[in-house]
């Protein structure tokens, strides 16, 4: 039983909050293509991801996301997954399907503004005055926040 | 999963698919022609259009983070050689991310000097937002065009000579050289390019995001198609559009901007208005 890093597009930096949450863990990105089309990235961004990744402790595997991560549950003991969070659909998705024998954690990352969610009216957001009338009480204060 | 028809079928395999691919990806080449190749051999439907000088990874990020010049930025940012960041494929990816960079920036300068960079570091937080609370809105058009056209009305596929960079103006054709080669285009020209396609060429918003997407480092599903759709006044009260006159201002510094090579935008706002849409109600 073992615990993972899962190191997607959306958290590639070192000092993500998904390295102090686990600091043990064995960091994991996986080169899926067939995301990556369906994400419509051309040569360009996969270069630029690709060098990313070789200056960061992560490991590299090239497959399915799904697939691969079974393998590590089958082959490494992956039990337990720690990973950033996002508001791509694409990989919440998977993280879904994953949740079915593995237990996946997310963390954010550290957020620009601090809202207070409770005046946020949340979902509703809309046109972008709105969201800055808020988001300027904080936005010029160090880490966003008083 | 939506992009599982990509996936080859598993029944021509004898083991497994992901037997095959436990293999650990290297992360040390002897020179960036050797992970290019590498990259090529791993995606091999990512086509051959190049590789950007913009290099990945968090020392290229730092570097341009020591550099940024938020004071300057408030009085030249639309510009197209004003002093913008070019900081976003490293934000994309949190490779940075807005609250170091809004921390560096309060570092160099009072609250007054800084409010124009940290209120377009609020644009991506803001975008971002709303990508998490509606993913649906990303490809689907949020409200209807504002410009007297129906959705049918625009092509769904990207013209040719767009996508090879062979429009009618000379400055399209610039900001689409630039994108295929760096995979950067300054927000003004992200404007100009995308209004041009909606509006002058009447492509759907959709087909243009795609294209973007296909190029920039940063290509984002929330920046970019939120954007697109605010250009095309599908996430806006009116469609954006621009003349010559705006064009030659900001951008006839980086691009060829004279009038013979950029016919389609000479006039005032109302005659463009009128020939570009000529069912509005008045703006
Ligand atoms: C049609 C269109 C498509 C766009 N597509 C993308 C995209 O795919 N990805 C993307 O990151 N941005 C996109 N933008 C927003 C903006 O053009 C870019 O973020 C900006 O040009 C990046 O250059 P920079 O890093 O030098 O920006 P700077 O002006 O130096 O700004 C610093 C950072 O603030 C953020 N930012 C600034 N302006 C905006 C904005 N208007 N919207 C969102 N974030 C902003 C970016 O993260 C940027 O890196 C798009 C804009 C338009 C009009």
Known sequence: MS????????????????????????????????????????LKRRVFIYETLCDLP??????????????????????????????????????????????????????FVHLDAAK???????????????????AFLYDGRP | MSHGEIIAPTGFHARPRYLRHMEKQPT?????????????????????????DTRGGRAAAERLLAAIDPTAYG??????????????????HAIVNLNEVRNRALEMGDGKALEKFIQELGWRDFWQRIYAQN?????????????????DDYADTLPPDIAAGETESAAMNHFIATLKTTGYLHNHARMYLAAYIVHWRRVTWQAGARFFLAHLLDGDPASNNLSFQWVASTFANKPYFFNLENLQKFA??????????????????DDLAVKLFPHMEAL
């Open chain 2, 28 to 52: 040390q080449f002897a020179d960036r022609a050797a992970l290019v190749a590498h990259v090529k051999a791993l995606s091999p439907l990512a086509g051959d259009d190049g590789v950007s």
């Open chain 2, 252 to 269: 006839g510094m980086d691009a060829p901007c004279d009038y013979h090579t950029n016919k389609c935008f000479g006039g005032s706002y």
């Open chain 2, 135 to 151: 993913p649906d809105w990303i490809w689907r058009d949020i409200e209807a065009y504002k410009t007297g056209f129906a959705p």
């Open chain 1, 58 to 111: 992560v490991e590299i595997y090239a497959g399915d996301t799904i697939d691969t991560w079974r393998a590590l549950q089958n082959m490494a003991g992956a039990s337990d997954i720690i990973t950033g969070k996002t508001p791509n659909p694409a990989l919440k998705a998977i993280m879904q399907t994953l949740r079915e024998g593995l237990q996946i954690t997310t963390i954010a990352d550290a957020p």
């Open chain 2, 75 to 92: 009085h030249s940012r639309n510009y197209l050689d004003g002093a913008v960041t070019r900081l976003s494929p490293y934000i994309r």
């Open chain 1, 3 to 42: 615990r993972f890093i899962w190191l997607h597009e959306d958290c590639l930096r070192a000092t993500h909050p998904v390295f102090a949450h686990a600091p043990q863990a064995r960091a994991v990105f996986i080169w899926d293509d067939a995301y990556m089309d369906a994400m419509h990235y051309g």
């Open chain 1, 120 to 138: 946020d009216d949340a979902g509703q957001l809309r046109r972008f005055f709105k969201y800055w009338n808020k988001a300027k009480k904080n």
